[in-house]
C-alpha cells in the first residue's frame, strides 16, 4: 500500500494535489510538526479540517510533536482516521493510545531511527501500526537510512510472533530502490513524500510505487 505524504505537495493547490493520486493511494500521511519534537513546523488541526475535505480515503495523523496526548482529541475532531504518535514524545503513551481507541480511530507508534523495537514491546497490543522512521523526522527529501533494513525485519518478526495484526509502515526516503527493500523486509505500507510529489509525473511514481 502506498500513502502520499502532503507535506511535499503543492500547497496552493491540495485538493488537486490530492485528487490527482488518490486513485492510487490507500491513505494520506499528514506529518504535524512543532518545532519542539522535530526542528520544523507543519500544520495542524485546522489544515487537516482541510485536507479532510478533499479526500474520502483515510488520513493518518503523524503528531511529531511533543506531549501529543494533549492534541489527540483535536486531530481525531479534525478528520484524522489513524493517530500516529511518537515513543519519543510521549511519557505516557500507553494512556495516549488508549485515548486514541477510545476516540474510535486507530492508534499508531513511530519509532525514530534510534529507537529499537524492544521501546514497544510492551504496547504492541495497544496499536494497529507501527511507523519506522527512515530517516530523521523532520523534512522531506531526505536520504534513506539503510540500517533500518534490519529493524524493519526485527519488527516483522516481533508482530509475526505475536499473532497480532499490526501493519508495519515505512516513511522517509522511499523511493523505487528503497520501497522494495523494505518490503521484502516486511513494510506493509509505503510513505512517499518527495518521490511522488517530487516527480514529473506523480501518479507514474505512485502507481509504480504501488507495484513493488
Ligand atoms: C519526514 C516525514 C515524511 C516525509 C517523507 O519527517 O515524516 O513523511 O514527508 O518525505 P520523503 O518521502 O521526501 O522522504
Do not use: W
Amino acid at each position: 500500500m502506498v500513502s502520499p505524504s502532503v507535506l511535499s505537495a503543492d500547497f496552493s493547490d491540495l485538493k488537486s494535489q490530492v485528487r490527482m493520486v488518490e486513485r492510487y493511494a490507500s491513505r494520506f500521511h499528514f506529518d504535524a510538526m512543532d518545532g519542539h519534537f522535530v526542528p520544523n513546523i507543519t500544520f495542524g488541526p485546522v489544515v487537516l479540517a482541510g485536507l479532510r475535505k478533499c479526500t474520502s480515503l483515510p488520513i493518518e495523523a503523524d503528531l511529531m510533536i511533543e506531549h501529543p496526548g494533549r492534541f489527540v482529541d483535536d486531530f481525531a475532531g479534525s478528520g484524522a482516521d489513524i493517530i500516529v504518535v511518537h515513543v519519543e514524545a510521549d511519557r505516557h503513551i500507553h494512556r495516549t493510545l488508549g485515548r486514541i481507541r477510545d476516540l474510535g480511530k486507530k492508534a499508531g507508534v513511530s519509532l525514530n531511527p534510534a529507537t529499537p523495537v524492544s521501546s514497544i514491546g510492551y504496547i504492541l497490543h495497544d496499536v494497529d501500526e507501527v511507523l519506522v522512521m527512515t530517516v530523521n523526522p523532520g523534512f522531506g527529501g531526505q536520504r534513506f537510512i539503510e540500517s533500518m533494513i534490519p529493524k524493519i525485519r526485527e519488527l516483522k518478526k516481533a508482530i509475526s510472533e505475536s499473532r497480532l495484526p499490526v501493519e508495519i509502515v515505512v516513511d522517509g526516503g522511499i523511493n523505487l530502490d528503497t520501497g522494495k527493500k523494505c518490503v521484502a523486509a516486511g513494510a506493509d505500507v509505503l510513505v512517499a513524500g518527495s518521490f511522488i510529489y517530487g516527480s514529473r509525473s506523480p501518479v507514474s511514481a505512485i502507481r509504480a510505487l504501488k507495484k513493488l
